[in-house]
């Protein structure tokens, strides 16, 4: 019985001892580099700026996704996005939650 008992508050010990890693998914998006961004740009310029989109539809070629999710270990998940639309090339508005600051 001793044993049951000193092998079960064990497992119950060895189970509070869980490391839970941060999961970080998407494209990091710095506020220097989406301050950058403007009307009229084109897409190999954004593309040079922020890197390619995580989100990339071959169905919706006008529009652009870049998405970011922090799930830390701690705290509260956050996440960020930056849709870009395009017209014949070119930066013709955006929209989400990160967008350039004014100067």
């Not at 989100?55 to 930056?82: Q, V």
Request: aromatic share 8%; charged share 25%.
């Amino acid at each position: 019985m001793k044993k049951l008992f000193c092998l079960s508050l064990l497992l119950v010990l060895a189970s509070a001892c869980v490391y839970t890693p941060s999961i970080q998914q998407g494209n990091i998006l710095q506020q220097e580099e989406v301050n950058k961004i403007e009307p009229g740009m084109t897409k190999s310029q954004i593309a040079f700026i922020l890197g390619k989109p995580a989100l990339n539809t071959n169905l919706e070629d006008s529009t652009w996704y870049y998405l970011y999710y922090l799930e830390p270990s701690s705290g509260e998940s956050r996440s960020k996005r930056l849709i870009l639309h395009f017209a014949d090339d070119k930066l013709e508005r955006m929209e989400g939650t990160i967008k350039p600051e004014k100067e």
